[in-house]
């Protein structure tokens, strides 16, 4: 038996694969390598799995379904589980190469639907990642899955709420068992150049300044890595019932513990042991002054319970960053 990870060469679906290898899971990683950021942190990350008993690996676009559909019937009966973690990710991104997201996180999103409709017959649960951005301008905190999502302020978010609709129209018509996860803001080793740890990191130890959106004044539920990973394998764990209404869940999986982001920063600053050049500038389009996850029904449902705090997870990350790039 096999679990199929999409995304097993990006940060979140590297994590799931090497804790899945590591309980003794065989593993079916599928990426398509794409230059979103630097190929080559992807294919450190894949030389690490690579190098684990039970990891198989495939070069393929989600989006491509005659490619999937290949993939799918050579694997056979033998996939019981997908976590489906590949997506164009990225909001500000989103508002220069739009259709980007349409082709990877709603046309490939539509075949990894089909895929586990028509091609893997021995599938019991798609476990999909979501996104806090859903949420869209909630002033509401902690944002709660029984939150409107109906408004989002990005194309990404807009794509991955579409996902999210998709998925139940699945699990109402073809008794798919699925459950999609909303991840906020996650960070740690083998982290994305794009998100805020990294690129800070990146300009501090050159000694470029770092921009602060809203004058420094957000907060964000920074997230660890594995805190995120034990959700996801919680949740690839207990697929809803398929009795009675539509199969189909969605969570919060966040640290419910916001940090502001000029604490953040001072954080990075005593890891790194230099200061940072600051640059203030307004708050971008489509983006947030402050998420926090309500994980109650996370806690109840999974037993998800973060245990991660920055002052932890962030001097992890620095270590990682300066073991790879030798800093």
Request: net charge negative.
């Amino acid at each position: 038996m096999s679990i199929l990870v999409t995304g097993s060469a990006g940060f979140i679906g590297f994590h799931v694969s090497q804790a899945l290898l590591g309980r003794g899971e065989q593993v079916l990683g599928v990426d398509n390598l794409n230059d979103y950021y630097d190929p080559a942190l992807k294919h450190a990350r894949l030389a690490q799995l690579r190098a684990r008993d039970g990891f198989r690996f495939a070069e393929a676009d989600i989006a491509d379904l005659p490619a999937m559909q290949a993939l799918a019937r050579d694997a056979g009966e033998a996939i019981t589980g997908v976590i489906h973690l590949a997506a164009q990710a990225g909001v500000r991104h989103s508002l220069t190469k739009p259709f980007d997201y349409v082709h990877s996180n709603l046309m490939g999103h539509m075949v990894m639907l089909e895929i586990c409709r028509r091609e893997l017959p021995g599938i019991q649960h798609l476990v999909y990642a979501s996104s806090s951005s859903v949420y869209g301008g909630n002033t509401k905190s902690p944002f709660s899955i029984e939150d409107r999502v109906d408004r989002p302020i990005s194309l990404y978010a807009a794509t991955k709420r579409a996902d999210e609709l998709m998925s139940y129209c699945y699990s109402h018509l073809y008794r798919l068992p699925q459950t999609g996860l909303r991840f906020f803001t996650v960070y740690g080793p083998w982290g994305r150049p794009d998100m805020a740890a990294y690129l800070f990191a990146d300009a501090i130890t050159a000694g470029r300044p770092i921009t602060l959106y809203n004058r420094g004044e957000m907060e964000r539920d920074f997230t660890y890595v594995d805190d995120i990973v034990a959700g996801i394998l919680a949740a690839l764990d207990r697929p809803p019932s398929a009795e009675g209404q539509a199969p189909h869940r969605v969570y919060n999986l966040g640290n419910h513990r916001p940090v502001p982001l000029r604490r953040f920063v001072g954080i990075l600053e005593e890891s790194l042991g230099q200061a940072a050049q600051i640059e203030l500038a307004p708050l971008p389009p489509g983006d947030v002054v402050r998420t926090c996850a309500d994980i109650d029904a996370s806690r109840q449902d999974l037993g998800y319970e973060p245990s991660t705090p920055i002052e932890v997870g962030l001097p992890r990350f620095v270590a990682w960053y300066r073991s790879y790039h030798r800093a």
